[in-house]
T-cell receptor, first 110, second 117 residues
């Protein structure tokens, strides 16, 4: 069964600090991997997308990495801001199916 | 606005009632997706349209769930004889090109929060 597992489930960090969120997947065949940010009560918003040949992709303070051999991805957030508080969802697309992780709930505190 | 619009934002219904949830995708977007998101979980795929054609409905949990997109733009998700386990946020997403292996991102609406009493 195609699965996407994220860790940690939740995380609290101080404003200004960095953090890294993890995503492991078993989806096969693999097409692409996206990271989404979902604010409370809102729909997910795409942050990055990576295909098989891409190892890293940046979007401002967000940097995603992908190791297609080990089927692992990470999302690194630099110099966190209060507005980064949200759930971060890893989404893996296979041949025709999209599988969502349950997300990591990040809280940035002053 | 230019984003995906869903209505209503909140819906409360009694068990056994029928409900209809509306999605207005971004103009010109070919693909439209419906997802169900339970509290604290990631979205779960329900169904996918390419224009007016429903190409994948494998995620619909039962025959009480029905979706349509008759003119290839607005879509409606209907749930008949609602049950308490139907309580969730229903998200709609659209993307510019066809699904499958597309690298185009899905643009999500803010969802309809459905509560069944």
């Amino acid at each position: 069964k195609n699965q996407v597992e994220q860790s940690p489930q939740s995380l609290i960090i101080l404003e200004g600090k960095n953090c890294t969120l993890q995503c492991n997947y078993t989806v096969s065949p693999f097409s692409n991997l996206r990271w989404y940010k979902q604010d409370t009560g809102r729909g997910p918003v795409s942050l990055t997308i990576m295909t098989f040949s891409e190892n890293t992709k940046s979007n401002g303070r967000y940097t995603a990495t992908l190791d297609a051999d080990t089927k692992q991805s990470s999302l690194h957030i630099t110099a966190s801001q209060l507005s980064d508080s949200a759930s971060y969802i890893c989404v893996v697309r296979g041949y025709q199916k999209v599988t969502f992780g349950i997300g990591t709930k990040l809280q940035v505190i002053p | 606005g230019a984003g995906v619009s869903q209505s209503p934002r909140y819906k409360v219904a009694k068990r056994g009632q029928d409900v209809a949830l509306r999605c207005d995708p971004i103009s010109g977007h070919v693909s439209l997706f419906w997802y169900q998101q339970a509290l604290g979980q990631g979205p779960e795929f329900l169904t996918y349209f390419q224009n007016e054609a429903q190409l994948d409905k494998s995620g619909l949990p039962s025959d009480r769930f029905f979706a349509e997109r008759p003119e290839g733009s607005v879509s409606t998700l209907k749930i008949q004889r609602t049950q308490q386990e139907d309580s969730a946020v229903y998200l709609c997403a659209s993307s510019l090109v066809r699904g499958g292996n597309s690298n185009q991102p899905q643009h999500f609406g803010d969802g309809t929060r459905l509560s069944i009493l």
